[in-house]
């Protein structure tokens, strides 16, 4: 026979027959007894799904940086370093690198246009930048690999030759109250495109700290050789810079990968051994979130509906892929992220209409048509 769905009716509303009954109970004599076991029953559900919470929120925390940082980090540290030669993990990352490096090149080069004092990296010697992936001084692994090389070959190499008539040099700027006049730098055999400029300040002005510097006194001038090789040394300390960067993110990437797999094998672990607390968890969870006034409950399903799904959502999804995917080391591919930001937010908004129409309905009818009178 099968289970009626509904109570039957009578000539009694079924509200007026629950007031009798609840008022008869409060007349019987154990109903203090009752009401003492009623809430020593709630104090340890709330006790129990805080633990519970606490437990399954910290434990795994704590696990994934012990192992991350005690176990994983230095193994991968020293098989990376030493047993293969790549710098880095995906395509993506080098193309990263490259457009600093290629940004820094321009910068340095522009900055000696205009006469500013090289920043300190530039008139580092490479000997100085030569240390390894992990900060000490060594000449293994792949940091050690593009020392050795000794030179930068592609669009970062500094270009040598003299400008043509189709190039226009930028001239250095001039400082209020100065005069600035051009000579032949010595070795230069008169060509003007290696002239240094001359600055004389006028009298009672003086040369700003930076490009006095740069410029250094009259009587030293400082030859064009001599600022290109300070280029090229401060390109070549940079390239090894980003080296080590992203050599060290890309080992980042390795222990993440594991200490994730860790972090999951943790809570599968709990919660199969802690079964029994996380049913009063959601319990608790659960009669907490009814108990709230449809006022509420409206607000709180608008706003995590139009979180996830909102008009304004999909840019917060193509962040939070990227940094996932950075996370992990994969590649950050433009074409899977766009797919996945016109797709995966489409399924979840009927997912969430699905379950508004089919289970909130029936729950709670009145938070249903308080959310529809909200969001129109």
């Known amino acids: 026979m099968a ?8 000539l009694v509303p079924r509200s007026i027959v629950r007031t ?6 409060q007349l019987l004599p154990g109903t203090r007894d009752a009401a003492v076991q009623e809430f020593r029953v709630s104090r340890y559900q709330v006790l129990t799904s805080l633990k519970c919470l606490l437990s399954l929120l910290v434990v795994p925390f704590l ?9 994983f980090a230095p193994t991968v540290e020293y098989f990376w370093n030493t047993w293969q ?3 880095f993990i995906n395509s993506y990352q080098e193309d990263r690198a490259l457009h600093e490096l290629y940004n820094f090149s321009e910068r340095a080069y522009f900055d000696a246009l205009l006469g500013n004092a090289p ?16 900060g000490a001084p060594r000449q293994e692994g792949p940091c050690g690999q593009l020392l050795a090389t000794g030179s930068l070959q592609g669009p970062e190499a500094i270009d040598d030759t003299p400008p043509t008539s189709s190039k226009r040099v930028v001239p250095p700027l001039q400082p ?30 003086g040369l700003p700290p930076l490009l006095g510097e740069a410029l250094g006194e009259p009587d030293e001038p400082m030859r064009l050789l001599d600022v290109q090789q300070h280029l090229q040394s401060g390109t070549q300390g940079k390239a090894l810079e980003l080296a080590t960067l992203y050599n060290r993110e890309s080992m980042s990437a390795v222990v993440n990968v594991l200490g994730d797999m860790v972090t999951f094998v943790t809570v599968f672990s709990l919660s199969v051994g802690m079964r029994p607390q996380i049913i009063i968890l959601r319990s608790f969870l659960t009669e907490s979130i009814y108990s709230l006034s449809d006022t509420t409950k409206s607000f709180l399903l608008i706003l995590v509906t139009d979180l996830l799904v909102g008009f304004h959502s ?6 939070g892929i990227e940094m996932l995917l950075r996370h992990l080391g994969l590649p950050e591919d433009q074409d899977f992220i766009f797919l996945f930001v016109a797709a995966f937010p489409v399924f979840l908004d009927t997912i969430f209409k699905y379950w508004i129409f089919r289970y909130l309905n029936k ?14």
């Open 3 to 10: 289970k009626q769905a509904f109570e039957p009716t009578g």
């Open 20 to 25: 009798v009954d609840r008022f008869r109970q």
């Open 63 to 71: 696990v994934n940086h012990l192992a991350k940082t005690f176990i």
């Open 85 to 87: 030669g790549e710098i």
């Open 119 to 134: 920043p300190p990296y530039l008139i580092q010697s490479g000997g100085q930048a030569s240390q390894g992936c992990t």
């Open 176 to 205: 209020r109250g100065a005069n600035i006049t051009t000579r032949d730098a010595p070795g230069t055999g008169g060509l003007s495109w290696m002239r240094r400029p001359s600055v004389e300040p006028a009298q009672g002005v």
């Open 314 to 319: 999909p840019r917060g999804w193509e962040i």
């Open 363 to 376: 729950i709670s009818p009145s938070t249903v048509a308080t959310y529809h009178n909200m969001i129109e």
